[in-house]
């Protein structure tokens, strides 16, 4: 399984656009990158997801540089309600069973 | 759509008790997976199951826990005799089907055990 880094903690201002970066060096070729949030007291909650390039919802745009040994997780303009810890995590394409293999996560916090 | 729900929300027992949790998926989801987070540390898988059959128990800790999940909807997690150690917050989540690469998983708030 793919080990991932990433910051252990980030502040940042309301209304500003929160960037927070993984590695994930060794990363296989059926290996996608997958983000969770998890909120104090709550189970994680997907994000989202990508193998490539840019992907984009309503919650997070998410990009992958060509080698894909990082990504990027993109929150725009941040509220209160953004503040959780962010798992970046590489779950394994055709591998039968999908176990999520956590790190520590980064724990953002937006303050006013 | 009722998410995943787990019961009950908050455990308390002795060492060399029995406890029981539960957990209800999704509605239609065919898998279902245990993690759990102890003492502060990551969130670790336990086992995962499609339908009623175990596909991967690899992260079960030892012959204390026994996971079930007759007929294919809800599981229960037994751990017997509880020790100390087991103490911490066990999730529960759940997924529609493997289609390759896009296994989104779905997880409830968790149930927090402490032993004493």
């Known amino acids: 399984l793919a080990k991932t880094t990433q910051p252990i903690s980030m502040d940042s201002y309301e209304g500003q656009e929160v960037n927070i970066t993984c590695s994930h060096n060794n990363i296989a070729t059926n290996d996608y990158i997958t983000w969770y949030q998890q909120f104090p007291s709550q189970g994680p909650r997907f994000i989202i997801q990508?193998?490539?390039t840019k992907v984009t919802n309503e919650v997070a745009s998410l990009f992958i540089p060509a080698d894909r040994k990082s990504s990027t997780l993109s929150l725009p303009r941040v509220s209160l309600s953004d503040t959780a810890v962010y798992y970046c995590l590489v779950v394994t394409r055709g591998a039968g069973s999908y176990q999520l293999t956590f790190g520590k996560g980064t724990k953002l916090s937006v303050i006013p | 759509e009722a998410g995943v729900t787990q019961f009950p929300s908050h455990s308390v027992i002795e060492k060399g008790q029995t406890v029981t949790l539960r957990c209800d998926p999704i509605s239609g989801h065919d898998n279902l997976y245990w993690y759990r987070r102890v003492m502060g540390k990551e969130i670790k898988f336990l086992l995962h199951f499609v339908k009623e059959s175990k596909q991967d128990e690899s992260g079960m800790p030892n012959n204390r826990f026994l996971a079930e999940r007759t007929g294919g909807t809800y599981s229960t997690l037994k751990v017997q005799p509880a020790e100390l150690e087991d103490s911490g917050v066990y999730f529960c989540?759940?997924?529609?089907?493997?289609?390759?690469?896009?296994?989104?998983?779905?997880f409830g708030p968790g149930t927090r055990l402490t032993v004493l």
């Open positions: 989540a759940s997924s529609p089907n493997q289609r390759e690469g896009t296994d989104t998983q779905y």
């Open positions: 990508g193998y490539k």
